[in-house]
């Protein structure tokens, strides 16, 4: 049995001249090859120009190998070229879903979106606005809206200001109010509500409740109960758990303790939900009464505690106030 042994004869100097050196093929039997000595020589012929010829060979084996007739090519950057093709792939993209944007009427903000994060924005574009489309489905439809909600929020605000614009009915305006309520634009809320209350068809409760909720909003818990007030003279047979919520908060925000309290009681028999009982307990803690509040708190998470789950996660925020108030 033969092994084969090629040693390359390692010099300094230009990259043309290394390339030209032989390089030489000895082999020799398996029994004469001594592994630590083969070493000693390899290692020692890197850092000076040594043949290997000393060791045990035989003499019909040797091959002399032409010189590399090819100078060393030259390293390209790599990486530098690879990223050309992927950046242009990335404005292709983001050029075609911005056309794609102001074709359907979302130009704004996702043209921003997309242009101030590259491919970032692009992904989000697909997620939020395309997949959707694709799917259809009414989970994917609000799974569109929750994101598009937070990516822009004053998106359906700029889309009722344009259709109350070309067309301005009460139903428009109204919309349009509800929305700066949900944007806690008050002052335009309470605008838009007088606006609506002197008008002919604009005479409803629901748009004087709408103008309460924008004063108490705007911190002016006085003009909230005095709008509230006449929405009972005016309409006495209107119900609204909303209205009578907000009609106790407004009472305690104004020192009235004892009659905000007697609105709490009266409320929780039938508000749906929990954010009620909280703020009755919360009352209940600021007026002194410790022990009816830890009450309230405990008949609460008793009953959440045998309440579906889904109504647990909706309710999450105020249960956990809940506990909060009873660990203080």
């Known amino acids: 049995m033969l ?23 000895r082999c020799c039997s398996h029994e004469d090859f001594h592994w630590p000595q083969m070493w000693k020589r390899s290692v020692a012929s890197v850092e000076s120009p040594a043949d290997i010829s000393h060791s045990i060979t035989t003499e019909d084996c040797l091959i002399e190998l032409a010189a590399l ?12 070229e690879c990223a050309m093709p992927v ?3 990335v404005l292709l993209l983001d050029i075609t879903l ?5 074709k359907t009427g979302r130009l704004q903000p996702w043209a921003f979106i997309i242009l101030m994060i590259p491919l970032v924005g692009a992904l989000a574009y697909i997620v939020v606005e395309l997949v959707p489309e694709w799917f259809g489905s009414p989970g994917a439809q ?30 428009n305006r109204a919309a349009l109010a509800a929305e700066c309520l949900r944007l806690a634009r008050f002052d335009e809320a309470v605008r838009h509500y007088d606006h609506i209350l002197m008008l002919p068809l604009g005479g409803e409760p629901a748009y004087a409740l709408g103008r309460a909720q924008a004063e108490f909003g705007r911190n002016r818990p006085a003009e909230a109960l005095a709008t509230l007030d006449d929405l009972q003279k005016r ?9 009578h919520l907000l009609y106790a908060r407004a009472l305690a925000e104004v020192g009235r303790i004892d009659e905000a309290l007697e609105e709490y009681h009266a409320l929780v028999a039938y508000f749906p939900g929990a954010e009620a009982r909280v703020r009755y307990g919360m009352l209940l803690r600021m007026a002194g009464r410790n022990a009816e509040a830890r009450v309230v708190f405990n008949e609460l998470l008793l009953q959440m505690k045998r309440a579906p789950k889904y109504l647990r996660e909706a309710q999450a925020e105020w249960l956990s106030i809940a506990e909060k108030q009873l660990l203080g």
Do not use: M
């Open 3 to 25: 092994l084969f042994l090629a040693c390359v004869t390692r010099q300094r100097g230009p990259p043309t001249e290394r390339s030209r050196l032989p390089i030489t093929v």
């Open 69 to 80: 007739s090819r100078p060393l090519r030259t390293v390209r950057p790599v990486c530098l």
């Open 87 to 89: 950046a242009l792939v």
């Open 98 to 102: 911005i056309y794609h944007a102001s």
């Open 142 to 171: 609000q799974a569109r809206k929750r994101i598009a909600g937070k990516l822009d929020p004053e998106k359906l605000y700029r889309e009722l200001s344009d259709r109350l614009a070309n067309t301005d009915t009460v139903a």
């Open 235 to 243: 309409w006495p047979d209107f119900e609204s758990a909303e209205g």
